[in-house]
């Protein structure tokens, strides 16, 4: 009885094994590529704040997002992001602007007290994903205000990236569109950097003080004409 039981405790262990290692499956953590960007040197350069930075809400999680051919999103089995997809995308952007600008002026919103910018980047990110079987997108959009509150600048991006298929070459191509984004709007912050400084508003002339009524009494007035008289009598009979 024994040794009828031994094979089936064995195939059982087994059967146990490969559900562990079904179910404890090492699962991958990816970041974004940043690049290589110069690293800025000027102290006094362009100050541009960056930020807000929208991301759309379905990136709004660790899970990795794999888009399918009939466009629907499925959660990758075997990687996820090894943090906050919209801090690295903020970081990116602000390595690659900052190095492209050549300006250690460039900060993410909100700004500390005192910072004024030359241009503040207003961007939302409506897309940015991938599939096994489906090039890397982005779709963004920016506005550029200067420090007159002035809109200078209006764009809606699309790109797009192939990749190799797998998990990693997906994450890759995914970072090379947003240094690809950067690239283009530091173009775009460029020919902002030498804006005229912004003129003083002229002073209004104070009124002129109305004299009060003592003082209007002592001004002199004209005389008035009074009856003159004689020493010449009258005499009645």
């Known amino acids: 009885m024994t040794a009828l039981r031994l094979p089936f405790i064995l195939m059982l262990a087994g059967v146990l094994g490969l559900a562990g290692c079904s179910v404890h499956q090492p699962v991958s953590l990816y970041q974004l590529d940043s690049g290589s960007p110069a690293q800025p040197a000027q ?16 990136l709004q999680r660790e899970t990795l997002l794999q888009r399918q051919p009939d466009g629907s ?14 801090s690295d995308i903020d970081q990116l952007l602000l390595r690659q602007v900052a190095g ?26 409506t897309r940015l994903d991938s599939g ?44 090379v569109l947003l240094q690809r984004l950067a690239e ?3 173009t775009a912050l460029k020919p902002l ?13 104070a009124a002129k003080p109305v004299a009060p009524a003592a003082e209007q009494d002592k001004q002199p007035k004209i005389p008035m004409a009074s009856p003159i008289r004689t020493d010449m009598e009258v005499f009645r009979f």
């Open 73 to 86: 999103l499925q959660a990758s089995a075997d990687g996820r992001w090894a943090g906050s997809l919209s």
């Open 100 to 125: 492209r600008l050549d300006s250690q002026r460039v900060v993410l919103a909100p700004a500390t007290v005192g910072f004024t910018p030359d241009v503040q980047v207003l961007l939302t990110i």
């Open 184 to 186: 283009q709007l530091s």
């Open 43 to 58: 102290s006094a350069g362009m100050a541009v704040l960056l930020g807000p930075v929208t991301v759309a809400d379905y």
């Open 193 to 205: 950097a030498n804006q005229p400084p912004i003129a003083e508003a002229p002073k209004k002339q």
């Open 132 to 175: 096994e079987a489906q090039p890397a997108i982005l779709d963004a959009q920016w506005r550029l205000i200067d420090r007159r509150g002035q809109v200078r600048d209006n764009r809606i991006i699309h790109l797009q990236e192939q990749h190799a298929g797998g998990t990693a070459a997906q994450v890759q191509a995914q970072g």
